[in-house]
């Protein structure tokens, strides 16, 4: 796969648990995003990275704590997750900060709860 | 608020039957407009970019404009292969630069 990954595709976990959510991509940009999507509604827009520093973090539980270690990798880390949280989770790149040319996304983590 | 719209929900078509799918956008300080199709289980993957009233770009059977308040993505003779979601995003100057998406438009190609 080419552009941008996203490891693992599928993800069960119990309200108890703890995993991370991989991102990677190898296309040279600058800004890296994670947004959430559920059924029947937009995307909602969880945060943003430019050059590996969090520009924007749109009210999202402290649940949810992203990483970026270098501009190429892009984590999320998940815990204690209530059933609402299930959803397919998105990273994407863009060359620029705000995507106003374009996101590259990945294929995304569907994530249930249980 | 910035708003997207599209309509309609879902939308179903035989093969060869030309359609269009709308997308109304709040007008006041949109800077660009952009179309995203969506197939199952992957994410969106960018198609067009419009800026202006009047701009049209085209790729295979999928035409998209643009006017003063809504644009269209026209979908010419579709294949059964043009079946995804198509989305449409806002990108507005001020505040958050981050584009809003619309809720999206189902689509399915019957053989």
């Known amino acids: 796969e080419t552009g941008v990954t996203q490891t693992p595709r599928h993800l069960v976990m119990g309200m108890t648990n703890k995993k991370s959510l991989k991102c990677e991509q190898h296309?040279?940009?600058?800004?890296m995003y994670w947004y959430k999507q559920s059924a029947k509604k937009p995307l909602e827009l969880m945060f943003v990275?430019?050059?590996?520093?969090?520009?924007e973090n749109n009210s999202v539980p402290s649940r949810f704590s992203p990483e970026c270690p270098n501009s190429s990798h892009l984590f999320l880390h998940l815990h204690t997750l209530q059933p609402e949280d299930s959803a397919l989770y998105l990273c994407?790149?863009?060359?620029?900060?705000?995507?106003?040319?374009?996101?590259?996304f990945g294929s995304g983590t569907r994530l249930t709860v249980v | 608020e910035d708003q997207v719209t599209q309509s309609p929900e879902a939308l179903r078509l035989q093969e060869g039957e030309s359609s269009s799918l709308n997308c109304s956008y709040t007008?006041?300080?949109?800077?660009?407009l952009f179309w995203y199709r969506q197939d199952p289980g992957k994410g969106p993957e960018f198609l067009f970019t419009?800026?202006?009233a009047g701009e049209e770009k085209e790729k295979e059977r999928l035409k998209a404009t643009l006017t003063k308040k809504e644009s269209f993505l026209h979908i010419t003779a579709p294949k059964p292969e043009d079946s995804a979601t198509y989305l449409c995003?806002?990108?507005?100057?001020?505040?958050?630069?981050?584009?809003?998406f619309g809720r999206g438009t189902s689509l399915i190609v019957h053989p």
């Open positions: 296309l040279g940009h600058n800004a």
């Open positions: 007008v006041s300080g949109l800077r660009g």
């Open positions: 995003a806002g990108f507005y100057s001020g505040g958050s630069y981050i584009p809003t």
């Open positions: 990275y430019s050059l590996e520093e969090r520009v």
């Open positions: 994407a790149s863009s060359s620029e900060t705000g995507g106003f040319y374009g996101y590259t």
């Open positions: 419009l800026y202006s």
